[in-house]
């Protein structure tokens, strides 16, 4: 029987948890019965090298310079013979200046989908794995016999154009999402396509994170001896890092010994060491930037902290829990699909106050931290049975989630 031809499609693949996220299901696909095609729109980023050798990875749609900070990308664009895609550049950056979330995207695709390429190929099942431009375009430039969308956060909460995506939604076989609450807004949203959704669960084995964690954690200040605090983050206004740098500042006035180091990179950057200038935490907030072995990192922590303003399920949580690490959440929406507060870790106000308050409580309580890390190691948080959902989905062989 000949193999199922099969098309993902993401942006790139820079150190996210939806990057992650895709690397782990390529990593374990069965590609006996499946011949896959990988289409980004930038063939760049950190984990791009952890891409499996049976994925053909197409040609990018955008040039690699594309990916530059706009005032290297044009100049580089037109000296490297990409006139047109310059252009696109300057609309994309304009696009993306104002509005929502939703707003940004639809605005960037406009421009773009005047420039990338129809894919020629036909394929039995094509797979946008974000949402946004990868199921533009999915919908308007790739021919596929089934066609399958994700969304890896709560719709309403990300701020995505409900009137522009629901001619695309339409169109899909299935839509897929990372937790109940986050399928939940997908039906309260797109109640037409309520059948479609599916909750199709990041892939995580423990071992194996484990094995990994196993590493030494190259901190940079290797001889501090206070407590670690850890977050795996873009630096976006999405993870919320700002609303916890007064409380950080906080406890250190009351004077609490402890540091926090963030894992991540991103557009907000230098506005958060501003803030870290203004505060007076030069030396309590250590930027560890992109890493391709995160868990020594989460292995060494005390506290695992992720001060988001809204979350889909968040890998980095998981795989913190896997790790048996105690943790603190706000009460974003997908919280509670997490943790289970007071028990694994604690969910606290999405404010500097809220914040503070519950990290003085892990910081201060030794046998609070050792509680919650003693119930996350009597659990194994493995679920290698999602990646058999994912090819029922991805064959038809399964038309909806039970409710």
Request: hydrophobic share 40%.
């Amino acid at each position: 029987m000949p193999k199922k031809k099969i098309l993902f499609i993401n942006y790139s693949l820079h150190s996210g948890g939806i990057e992650k996220s895709l690397v782990t299901l390529l990593t374990l696909f069965d590609y006996d019965q499946y011949d896959v095609d990988l289409q980004l729109f930038a063939n760049d980023g950190l984990f791009l090298p952890r891409v499996p050798k049976q994925v053909h990875l197409l040609p990018p749609l955008f040039p690699k310079e594309y990916r530059l900070n706009i005032r290297q990308a044009l100049p580089a664009l037109l000296k490297n013979g990409h006139p047109l895609t310059a252009l696109c550049r300057a609309g994309v950056t304009c696009a993306g200046l104002h509005g929502t979330m939703g707003e940004r995207l639809v605005k960037m695709w406009r421009c773009e989908r005047c420039f990338v390429r129809k894919n020629p190929v036909q394929y039995d099942a094509a797979v946008a794995y974000m949402e946004g431009q990868p199921i533009y375009y999915c919908i308007d430039d790739v021919h596929a016999r089934r066609k399958i969308g994700f969304v890896h956060g709560d719709y309403t909460a990300m701020g995505l154009d409900r009137a522009f995506d629901t001619p695309y939604f339409a169109k899909l076989d299935a839509v897929c999402t990372v937790s109940e609450s986050c399928k939940t807004a997908l039906q309260t949203n797109f109640p037409q396509d309520a059948q479609k959704c599916h909750v199709q669960y990041n892939l995580l084995s423990s071992s194996l994170l484990r094995q990994m964690a196993e590493e030494p954690a190259a901190f940079p200040d290797s001889g501090y001896t206070g407590l670690r605090v850890l977050s795996i983050a873009r630096l976006s206004q999405q993870k919320g890092l700002d609303l916890a740098l007064p409380a950080v500042a906080a406890l250190r006035r009351k004077g609490l010994d402890f540091r926090w180091y963030i894992i991540g990179v991103g557009p907000e950057k230098e506005s958060l060491l501003a803030q870290i200038q203004k505060l007076g935490l030069q030396k309590d907030v250590v930027f560890l930037g992109e890493q391709a072995n995160p868990y020594p990192f989460v292995r060494a922590c005390d506290i695992y902290m992720q001060p988001s303003r809204f979350e889909g399920k968040s890998i980095a949580v998981d795989e913190a829990m896997a790790l048996s690490r105690p943790i603190l959440l706000t009460d974003f929406s997908t919280a509670k699909d997490q943790i289970a507060d007071g028990k694994t870790g604690l969910i606290v106000p999405m404010s500097p106050e809220g914040i503070s308050n519950g990290l003085e409580r892990l910081l201060t309580n030794a046998s609070l931290r050792q509680s919650f890390s003693a119930e996350l190691a009597a659990h194994d948080y493995s679920n290698m049975e999602e990646i058999r959902k994912f090819y029922a989905i991805l064959n038809g062989s399964r038309t909806a989630e039970p409710n």
